[in-house]
């Protein structure tokens, strides 16, 4: 099936420093890409929508000089978190839409980040 | 009133139950509906697809949507301690991002 492969799965960093989170479609290409934040026993909260060639739309609330999202390829999107803080810290989530597959707009998500900042 | 209604349990099933999981939501729009599967600390994981109404099959998932109702069950048969995950319905009305319930954490013991 649909594979999409985040790296890393986990990163410990300092705070103030910046974070780089990949998340690749591994067969199949992806013009719009996802990314979530999830607590611990949270649900998903999308933060967001990262279209291919394009400025990255995000949700309410969420800081985009912050979080920086770039989708330079159909099989890439990366996220940023820039000076970065503890309350930072948490499982991050990226998801890829497969339109040409046998579902249709079938959505895969990537094993996850956890992002610990000390 | 959340778009997408889950109750986050915990469900706890000895083993082979059959196991029933249940959403409602309020956007009449919605067209594509999935349940994913959680492991702790791990990605969700696609479990089902549907699109619009009726049922589908897979092995010992089955799921089901209702729109006049505006709710969704999956349920799982011979329930095994393998089962035992957080199961988070989505849905979405443009097949672009998805509404997510809470999860609901289920438990099947041996």
């Known amino acids: 099936g649909a594979v999409v492969s985040q790296h890393p799965s986990w990163v410990i960093c300092k705070s103030g420093t910046s974070v780089k989170i990949e998340c690749r479609s591994l067969?199949?290409?992806?013009?719009?890409m996802f990314w979530y934040r999830q607590f611990p026993k949270q649900s998903l909260m999308l933060m967001a929508t990262?279209?291919?060639?394009?400025?990255?739309?995000?949700e309410q609330g969420v800081e985009k000089d912050k979080f920086l999202i770039n989708h330079a390829s159909l099989t890439l999107s990366t996220l940023t978190v820039t000076s970065a803080h503890p309350e930072d810290s948490s499982f991050y989530i990226c998801?890829?839409?497969?339109?040409?597959?046998?579902?249709?707009?079938?959505?895969?998500f990537g094993e996850g980040s956890w992002l610990t900042v000390v | 009133q959340k778009e997408v209604e889950q109750d986050p349990g915990p469900l706890s099933v000895p083993e082979g139950a059959i196991v029933s999981l249940n959403c409602t939501y309020s956007n009449s729009a919605f067209q594509y509906f999935m349940w994913y599967r959680q492991y702790s600390r791990k990605g969700p994981e696609l479990l089902m697809y549907?699109?619009?109404?009726g049922n589908k099959e897979d092995g010992r998932f089955t799921a089901q949507v209702d729109k006049s109702s505006k709710y969704i069950s999956l349920f799982i048969r011979d329930s095994q301690p393998s089962d035992s995950a957080t199961y988070l319905c989505?849905?979405?009305?443009?097949?672009?991002?998805?509404?997510f319930g809470k999860g609901t954490s289920l438990l099947v013991t041996p």
């Open positions: 067969d199949f290409q992806a013009t719009t």
């Open positions: 990262s279209n291919e060639g394009s400025k990255a739309t995000y």
């Open positions: 549907t699109y619009s109404s």
């Open positions: 989505a849905m979405s009305h443009s097949g672009y991002a998805l509404n």
């Open positions: 998801s890829a839409r497969d339109s040409a597959g046998a579902n249709g707009n079938t959505i895969y």
